[in-house]
């Protein structure tokens, strides 16, 4: 323990901006170095995609190299820009605090971005980790108003990401490419990344409606009736497309345009952050919270429970909608068997790993299960074995999850650390 | 004068059972009203009749002349009818700012696409929210535990939050299900000093259950006793003591302290 004290104490003056400044270094490193020197010479194939895991478990003798080079690359780089650049960057933060915090929060944001594209530039199968993380982040979040801050047990989220997918994978390929179920090309083909956004929405839409016929009977009642017509609303969906021959039945649908490039999920991850962090945190989207824990006592304080109830649910599946377009978008092709039990159980996983009600939970949690769940990949069967026994452990020693009950406050997050003075303060 | 609620020939009915009997009530803008009763008496079928959790079988609920029998609870609460519960109903994962904040539900009209996009309507208004929850903080003595879960505050203060929940729908009547059950005398005290106070501060009418003599006679204008859903005695307190019928129903043979 004390090891780990000092360690924080050490880095406690480091503001997010430098841990930003250090990891782009680091990446940077890998960038220019990782292939030609590093990896090289500590005598790797290849540069280790995810920090050695897959290496190590393939190849226990590359061990000691796959940890150099992450000691290397990463661990010493980044703690030292860090550590060094300190006082730098806490002028920069202290700068940025001027700034209004939506423009400060914008920048720190770019910052994150640079640090993800230059890692994943490295190679395609970082680059598809990423997107599906931050994929899986939007379905996370989303999932968690309804599971998490509204306390129902909703198992729907695969149909309405189905709905997403299916409905704006319909509108580009009918509208943007010459296919063979929709004929040619009905807009140029130039417009496609323009009205992504539009298509997106609309099928977010699709999914929003669609969670009316979960919603308008299950909220009737309370209890266990929304996992049950939830699931079977899955159901429904699956078998409903898989036996619509139109749009390619159990086959899948192939053929989308690739409009999905990495800066474009970023920035509906991040919107769709931002926004549902607005509104839970709203008077409106706390009222969740209220229907969770009392019902009688939120409706006797004049809230609308069955209102906030159904909106919800709508935004939640809205979210799920839009996640289901992106990821036609990302993999180019889908079939209904995407978007099934599997599915459900990985979203339900992350939820509930990273914690309920807390937006900073489900990121983690989508981005942990989704890393683990690609870095234990040589492994095999035994991943089904390893990743159910972290998430009984996380159940044990925290029912609710890794993070929960707590909300992003941005504005301590990106503050200038400075050092506190010992002997001042009272 | 017109009352500020007027209730006439309320009976409901759950199946067979009859809980309530031709009740009549009528209270006035800044009245303190008593219902005693003995336990299974029906006061709190009363309050969920008069507040919406139930609908009446049958009779007339009238606040400041509008009809509010068949409205939702939320409804009845947002024109002016806040209570509190016989068992503390707290959110027991939110605090205590959050609280008082989430009673103001019904003043807000930023609207949804407000809340997601954060508007300047919605800062705005959520600033003034604010604003008002620190005053009731202050009011009710609870702005110590301000961050605090309700589940971590003593109990006293939890009864308080719950008031101060209640106010901040701004009510014209306040319904109070036994404000002192599980209280001891010292915060008993406490609570009838609270309960002039919101009296006087917010000129609310204030209707309440309680089971304390004490407490009763202290602080109501008038009081009604109610055995198996009839009311047998009303009047002002001195009236009730010595009420023969309300001695031998609810009082039997205990001293009045």
Not at chain 1, 113 to 123: M, Q, R, S
Not at chain 1, 240 to 257: D, T, W
Not at chain 2, 210 to 224: A, D, G, T, W
Request: proline share 5%; with cysteine.
């Amino acid at each position: 323990m004390g090891i780990v004290k000092k360690f924080r104490q050490m880095f406690s003056t480091v503001p997010m901006l430098g841990w930003f400044l250090g990891f782009l270094t680091a990446v940077l490193i890998e960038y220019f170095w990782g292939y030609d020197y590093i990896s090289y010479y500590l005598g790797l194939p290849k540069i280790p995609v995810l920090f050695g895991a897959l290496i190590m478990l393939k190849e226990p003798l590359m061990i000691p190299g796959a940890l150099a080079y992450d000691l290397i690359v990463y661990v010493i780089p980044v703690l030292a820009v860090a550590k060094l650049t300190s006082p730098v960057t806490n002028q920069g933060a202290a700068l940025l605090e001027k700034l209004p915090l939506w423009l400060s929060a914008v920048l720190h944001l770019i910052c994150l971005y640079a640090v993800l594209h230059v890692w994943a530039g490295i190679n395609d199968y970082r680059v598809l980790i990423v997107k599906l993380s931050l994929i899986s982040i939007i379905l996370t979040v989303s999932v968690n108003v309804i599971n998490g801050y509204q306390g129902e047990f909703s198992c729907s989220h695969p149909g309405f990401m189905a709905l997403g997918a299916y409905v704006s994978s319909i509108l580009t390929l009918m509208l943007f490419t010459n296919d063979k179920i929709f004929g040619t090309a009905l807009l140029p083909p130039a417009l496609a990344p323009y009205c992504f956004p539009l298509v997106l929405v609309i099928g977010g839409a699709a999914a929003a409606i669609g969670s009316l016929a979960v919603a308008i009977p299950s909220f009737r009642t309370r209890g266990d009736y929304l996992a049950i017509i939830s699931l079977a609303f899955m159901f429904i969906v699956k078998s409903a497309v898989e036996n619509l021959h139109v749009i390619g039945g159990a086959r899948g649908m192939g053929g989308q345009p690739d409009l999905a490039p990495l800066p474009v999920i970023f920035i509906w991850t991040m919107l769709c952050i931002w926004i549902i962090h607005n509104f839970v945190t709203s008077i409106f989207g706390k009222a969740l919270n209220t229907v969770r824990d009392d019902e009688a006592a939120a409706e006797s304080m004049t809230i609308k429970t069955r209102k906030t109830k159904m909106t919800a649910f709508m935004f939640g599946a809205f979210w799920a909608g839009i996640a289901g377009g992106l990821f036609a978008h990302v993999l180019t092709y889908i079939n209904p068997g995407m978007f099934s039990i599997n599915r459900l159980a990985e979203i339900l996983a992350m939820v509930y790993f990273g914690g309920l009600n807390s937006i900073l939970g489900s990121i983690v949690g989508a981005v942990s299960i989704n890393v683990l769940g690609e870095a234990l990949r040589p492994l095999e069967l035994f991943k089904w074995i390893i990743i159910p026994l972290i998430l009984i452990f996380v159940m044990i020693f925290r029912p609710y999850g890794l993070i929960s009950f707590t909300e992003i406050n941005t504005k301590k997050l990106l503050e200038a650390k400075h050092k506190t003075k010992q002997g001042v303060s009272p | 004068m017109i009352p500020l609620l007027s209730v006439t020939d309320m009976t409901h009915y759950f199946g067979g059972l009859r809980a309530v009997h031709d009740y009549n009530l009528s209270i006035e803008p800044r009245q303190i009203f008593g219902l005693i009763g003995p336990n299974g008496a029906g006061k709190t079928t009363i309050f969920n009749l008069i507040t919406g959790v139930y609908t009446p079988s049958e009779g007339e609920i009238l606040l400041e002349n509008k009809n509010i029998k068949g409205l939702e609870t939320n409804e009845i609460a947002a024109m002016g009818l806040g209570r509190t519960f016989q068992n503390l109903a707290l959110w027991r994962h939110m605090n205590v700012v959050d609280h008082i904040r989430m009673a103001h539900y019904s003043q807000l009209d930023y609207g949804l696409l407000g809340a997601f996009f954060n508007s300047r309507a919605c800062r705005e208004q959520e600033n003034q929210v604010m604003e008002n929850v620190h005053q009731l903080m202050e009011l009710f003595n609870i702005e110590k535990y301000a961050g605090d879960l309700v589940t971590s505050l003593p109990y006293g203060a939890q009864r308080r939050v719950e008031m101060a929940r209640a106010m901040a729908t701004r009510p014209k009547v306040l319904f109070l299900d036994e404000p002192t059950a599980g209280m001891t005398p010292d915060e008993l005290v406490r609570m009838i000093r609270i309960i002039r106070k919101v009296h006087e501060d917010f000129k609310v009418a204030i209707f309440l259950i309680e089971h304390r003599m004490k407490f009763v006679m202290e602080l109501c204008e008038h009081i009604q006793t109610l055995v198996f859903g009839e009311v047998i005695a009303e009047g002002p307190p001195e009236e009730i003591q010595n009420n023969p019928r309300v001695i031998e129903a609810y009082l039997g043979k205990e001293d009045m302290t």
